[in-house]
């Protein structure tokens, strides 16, 4: 009986100690399948014991980490994109500041004007005031002296051509009917009845356009309106900037940052300048222009010689386009007035008194104050047309040379300060750019 009890004894210790071992592979199974451990989570502690060693705890098991998306996309796409949105806003900003200038057209040129005229005659009140009279006195002095003499000039042009009106109707009829025998008589076999059926399609046309006409007649009464609100505007402002030009660029000065405040107060007087240099030498050269044209004209006979010269002292104000209307229009009239031998002696006068103009007058008088590319005078002509007409013509070439002083100097300045440490070089890294660019590889 002893036998059998010490027997069933073993047998339940060894039964015990398979339920044990099962129970810990039971937790090993458990551990691995949760991923706590990379093998057995029991035998761990009695391996490490059993050799003597510390044993360090395993890793966690982590998702593969993606890359930064800044990081992927290329240096110069970041740069590429960073440069385009700035010039998207800037487009955006210059769109919206054409529009209100478009607005308000009459009021900007009136105001472009009124500084043309106002750098014209600002020399002569600095002259006054160097001979003892008051500030008040000398402004009311020049303002007077110099719109008598603009409206004196005017007043010479209407009455010229109000004179020489009917003689040249005359000589225009006269000039028709040279053309049309000329037709007649060209190799061209014109008939007489084809000439005759051009003039009476043109009568035709032209009263069938009668409420066209006329509509354009009421619009010409509307610009006539506007041109003398201009000229009111434009006479009121150059009154005050002559009299209270600095005390008003001090007032602009103030609205302008406290950082960017010296650079442009030094850009300013640079660009007053140079637009009193454009302004006295356009004015010079266009009366040289206008002298010898004129007196070319009136030697040769032709119709409305003085009249003509005013409108090519006028026409000068606009560059290179103006000098070749106003040159056209002399041509034309001789054409018309005097015939062809005439007429290419007028258009020989004018070209060499243009290529004096242009080689010897203007970059004597004009010299290095106003230094513009002639293919940016041309794109600023049509751009200042295109936007404003004969006003935008005339304002677009001083706009764009005193842009170029101010521009020059502000970035001469700013690089100065970069030298003696007063202004950063420039800002961090910031947005898409803020990520360095990787190395290309190791150097060999």
């Known amino acids: ?42 035998s761990a502690p009695d391996r490490s014991a059993v050799a003597g060693t510390a044993v360090p705890p395993p890793a966690a098991k982590t ?25 998207l806003l800037l487009a955006g900003m210059l769109w919206v500041l054409m529009r209100v200038i478009s607005e308000v057209r009459l009021v900007v040129l009136a105001f472009a004007a009124a500084l043309l005229v106002t750098a014209l005659l600002q020399p002569f009140v600095v002259r006054l005031r160097r001979l003892g009279l008051p500030r008040g006195l000398a402004t009311a002095v ?5 719109f008598v003499v603009i409206g004196l000039v005017g007043w010479f042009v209407v009455w010229q051509v109000m004179d020489n009106l009917d003689d040249l109707s005359d000589r225009v009829r006269d000039g028709i009917n040279e053309l049309k025998l000329w037709a007649l ?19 035709e046309t032209i009263g069938t356009n009668t409420e066209e006409i006329t509509s354009a007649g009421l619009q010409g009464v509307t610009v006539l309106v506007e041109v003398l609100t201009g000229i009111l505007l434009a006479m009121f402002s150059t009154l005050f900037l002559l009299y209270d030009g600095k005390r008003i660029w001090t007032w602009v000065l103030g609205l302008v940052p406290a950082p960017a405040r010296p650079g442009v107060a030094g850009a300013g007087p640079r660009a007053w300048r140079t637009l009193t240099a454009y302004v006295r030498g356009t004015v010079l050269v266009a ?25 090519i002292f006028l026409f000068a104000f606009i560059p290179l386009v103006g000098a070749v209307i106003s040159g056209a229009l002399a041509v034309v009239v001789a054409l018309v007035t005097q ?11 004018v070209l060499a ?13 004009l010299g290095r104050a ?5 293919l940016a005078v041309v794109l600023s002509v049509a751009a200042g047309g295109m936007i404003a007409g004969i006003g935008g013509a005339v304002v677009a070439v001083p706009l764009v040379a005193v842009t170029n002083t101010a521009v020059g100097y502000l970035r001469a300045y700013s690089r100065e300060q970069q030298l003696h440490g007063a202004v950063p070089v420039g800002p961090g890294p910031h947005g898409a750019t803020s990520a360095e660019p990787a190395p290309d590889g190791p150097a060999v």
């Open 1 to 42: 009986m002893s036998k059998w009890a010490g027997w069933l004894g073993r047998l339940g210790n060894r039964l015990n100690r398979m339920e044990a071992r099962l129970d810990e592979r039971r937790a090993e199974v458990e551990a691995e399948t949760r991923g706590d451990l990379p093998g057995s989570a029991a």
């Open 63 to 87: 998702p593969a980490s993606r890359p930064d998306p800044v990081a992927v996309v290329p240096w110069g796409v970041r740069v590429a994109a960073e440069v385009s949105w700035r010039l």
């Open 142 to 146: 020049t303002a007077i002296l110099g």
């Open 185 to 203: 008589d060209s190799p061209f076999h014109v008939t007489e009845k084809q000439i005759n059926d051009i003039a009476k399609n043109l009568s």
């Open 287 to 311: 009366l040289i222009d206008a002298t010898f044209i004129g007196l070319g004209l009136y030697f040769l006979d032709v119709t409305m010689a003085v009249p003509l010269a005013v409108f």
């Open 339 to 349: 015939g062809p031998f005439i007429a290419l002696m007028v258009l020989a006068v």
């Open 353 to 365: 008194v243009q290529q004096i103009e242009g080689h010897v007058l203007q970059p004597f008088i």
């Open 370 to 374: 106003v230094r513009v590319h002639p």
